[in-house]
């Protein structure tokens, strides 16, 4: 059983940057698509950014050149460099990883992240 744990979130000034660090408990990072979902008050989980094994990127649009995916295979480890925070991504952000072949997933749980003044 693959266990996520998510770590750095928490409030923030708008303006201001957090980095999120997800550890996966087994090594998986060769067989996995990595990502960050997020889910506000309200509304509906959605993806924010994504990063193949093979380091391809996407992204959200309304997070591109703010945020910044990437990941350590060697420390089991995906993060989510933001910045320039908005009061618009607070929300609780969610680690997830799918395996290639089987397309099963593994969700963290959660960590929240405030912007506010």
């Known amino acids: 059983q693959v266990q996520l744990v998510e770590s750095g979130g928490g409030l923030v000034q708008p303006g201001g940057s957090l980095r999120l660090s997800c550890v996966a408990s087994?090594?998986?990072?060769?067989?996995?698509?990595m990502a960050w979902y997020r889910q506000a008050p309200g509304k509906e989980r959605a993806l924010v950014a994504a990063?193949?094994?093979?380091?391809?990127?996407n992204y959200k649009d309304s997070v591109k050149g703010r945020f910044t995916i990437s990941r350590d295979n060697a420390k089991n480890t995906v993060y989510l460099q933001m910045n320039s925070l908005k009061p618009e991504d607070t929300a609780v952000y969610y680690c997830?990883?799918?395996?290639?072949?089987?397309?099963?997933?593994?969700w963290g749980q959660g960590t929240q992240v405030t912007v506010s003044s």
């Open positions: 997830n990883a799918e395996i290639i072949i089987s397309k099963r997933n593994y």
């Open positions: 087994t090594t998986i990072f060769g067989i996995a698509t």
């Open positions: 990063i193949t094994n093979g380091g391809s990127t």
